[in-house]
């Protein structure tokens, strides 16, 4: 099976842009939760999506927003960049159900923010 | 209350050693304690994991020994290998799809 799949790896945005980051789960996982690394805060949960719906949700602001298709993908947007918003994003996929499942993360988006 | 303390922050340890990496959590609703490794330029990926009912879990060098009244668990890599040179989170859970993540120990194994 193919593993989690994020486009793109690397982008450059200027602050005050916006960008759109996308995650395809491992075929028949249907929750994807992404995830923010910096080296200050490490890594921190952004939100999670199940069946088109978010399902948690971190202590980020609404300038991070995300959805789910009906084929499982997920992307997620940042508007109005700042400069601490220069991380990278993980996306990680599960099957989603009730049970405590294991999460696989892919590669990750690496934004830069000038 | 949400948090998970990771220590130490880096380690060095000889090859052929125990490398050993602590965690600790303070809400106990937290019922899944996994274990990732991030090589540099990767996501993180799962090594191993462990829920409260159980005090210590083994796959291959790799073990978790969990202390459920000192809201505590640990790591040990036995007969630590250049290429477990990697850095290590803990991790920790609820019924839910969010991860709760130490901040990473960062692990050196000299030849």
């Known amino acids: 099976k193919a593993g989690v799949t994020q486009t793109p790896r690397y982008l450059i945005k200027t602050r005050g842009q916006q960008v759109t980051l996308s995650c395809s789960p491992i075929?028949?996982?249907?929750?994807v939760s992404w995830y923010q690394q910096t080296p200050g805060q490490g890594l921190q949960f952004l939100f999670e999506?199940?069946?088109?719906?978010?399902?948690n949700k971190g202590n980020f602001p609404g300038r991070f927003s995300g959805r789910q298709f009906s084929n499982s993908r997920s992307e997620m947007n940042v508007s109005t960049l700042e400069l601490g918003d220069s991380a990278l994003y993980l996306c990680?996929?599960?099957?989603?159900?009730?049970?405590?499942?294991?999460?696989?993360f892919g590669p990750g988006t690496r934004l830069l923010v000038l | 209350q949400q948090q998970v303390k990771q220590s130490p922050q880096s380690l060095i340890v000889q090859k052929g050693g125990i490398s050993i990496i602590n965690c600790a959590y303070e809400?106990?609703?937290?019922?899944?304690f996994p274990w990732y490794q991030q090589f540099p330029g990767k996501g993180p990926a799962l090594l191993i994991a462990?829920?409260?009912?159980?005090s210590e879990k083994k796959e291959g060098r790799f073990t978790i020994s969990f202390n459920k009244s000192a809201k505590q668990f640990s790591l040990h890599i036995m007969d630590s290998q250049p290429g477990d040179s990697a850095t290590y989170f803990c991790?920790?859970?609820?019924?839910?799809?969010?991860?709760?993540f130490g901040q990473g120990t960062t692990l050196q194994v000299k030849p």
């Open positions: 990680a996929s599960s099957l989603g159900g009730t049970e405590i499942e294991t999460q696989y």
């Open positions: 999506y199940f069946s088109e719906t978010q399902r």
């Open positions: 075929s028949g996982h249907r929750s």
């Open positions: 462990i829920r409260p009912d159980v």
């Open positions: 991790a920790a859970s609820t019924h839910t799809g969010k991860l709760i």
């Open positions: 809400n106990t609703a937290f019922d899944y």
